[in-house]
């Protein structure tokens, strides 16, 4: 399941629209930090994590996976509604600041923002690799990864930790880019021919970023003086892949 899925790349929107349009109403300290790139960051992890402990919450009473996710899409559906509420009563500069964090930017980072990202990359990197033979358990089911002593729910917390790890962490810093976490791991099944998450992870950690910076590329228009949001070419790139593999794969579960 990819960040938006889950409702994390949600939860981070909500953190950050909380912090941007609040501080047109709320002002004080609230409205300083909502100038500020390291509050918008904050704001951001902040509220990937808070929809993360929902989810783990809900991970631990409901067995179904299929189940889970539809919850995460109603985490996501009720962050949107709340973020559309305050976009009504915020002023146009605040909405404006908003709207321009949720394009996308692979850009305008420090040394010190990408030497915390890398922090926080290497450790999501950690809890993937400790979910690896979790992860090829239960390619055969939940009864046959019990009946090898696997622990679900540990490992589901697990799983779903390292997700919202490495996708909080990105959004904060880069803004919610959509299509990328959803596509580029069944793209990478295509290509490797293997359902083995060991070969799948560094897989996926390359194709993602080859496919991150030709979006790039594209949307800074070499020959323009105009930059197009990252977030519209990622779309224009995942929707229809993820539809192909809808279609090819009925069965598929994301």
């Known amino acids: 399941?990819?960040?938006?899925?889950?409702?994390?790349?949600?939860?981070?929107?909500?953190?950050?629209?909380?912090?941007?349009?609040?501080?047109?109403?709320?002002?004080?300290?609230?409205?300083?930090?909502?100038?500020?790139?390291?509050?918008?960051?904050?704001?951001?992890?902040?509220?990937?994590?808070?929809?993360?402990?929902?989810?783990?919450?809900?991970?631990?009473?409901?067995?179904?996976t299929m189940a889970i996710l539809i919850i995460g899409l109603m985490f996501a559906s009720l962050t949107s509604a709340i973020v559309g509420?305050?976009?009504?009563?915020?002023?146009?500069?605040?909405?404006?600041?908003?709207?321009?964090?949720?394009?996308?930017?692979?850009?305008?980072?420090?040394?010190n923002e990408v030497f915390?990202?890398?922090?926080?990359?290497?450790?999501?990197?950690?809890?993937?690799?400790?979910?690896?033979?979790?992860?090829?358990?239960?390619?055969?089911?939940?009864?046959?990864?019990?009946?090898?002593?696997?622990?679900i729910n540990k490992s589901r917390i697990l799983i779903i930790l390292a997700t919202s790890l490495l996708a909080g962490?990105?959004?904060?810093?880069?803004?919610p880019i959509a299509f990328i976490g959803l596509a580029i791991p069944h793209i990478a099944r295509q290509i490797m021919n293997s359902g083995n998450h060991s070969t799948l992870m560094p897989a996926v950690i390359f194709i993602g970023a080859i496919v991150m910076l030709i979006c790039d590329s594209i949307a800074q228009l070499p020959t323009t003086d105009y930059t197009l949001p990252i977030n519209a070419v990622t779309a224009i790139f995942g929707a229809p892949?993820?539809?192909?593999?809808?279609?090819?794969?009925?069965?598929?579960i994301f």
């Open 116 to 151: 915390i990202l890398g922090i926080v990359f290497f450790l999501g990197i950690a809890f993937s690799i400790f979910s690896l033979k979790a992860l090829n358990s239960l390619l055969l089911g939940e009864h046959y990864a019990k009946s090898m002593g696997l622990n």
């Open 85 to 111: 509420i305050l976009s009504f009563f915020t002023s146009a500069e605040q909405l404006q600041q908003y709207i321009f964090w949720g394009f996308g930017s692979l850009g305008n980072l420090s040394w």
């Open 169 to 175: 962490g990105i959004t904060a810093f880069a803004g």
């Open 1 to 64: 399941a990819g960040p938006f899925v889950l409702g994390i790349s949600s939860g981070a929107s909500l953190g950050v629209a909380t912090l941007v349009m609040g501080s047109a109403l709320m002002g004080g300290v609230l409205g300083g930090l909502g100038d500020s790139k390291w509050g918008i960051i904050i704001a951001s992890s902040l509220g990937s994590f808070l929809v993360l402990l929902a989810v783990l919450a809900v991970s631990v009473r409901v067995r179904d």
């Open 241 to 252: 892949v993820v539809i192909w593999l809808l279609v090819r794969k009925k069965n598929m």
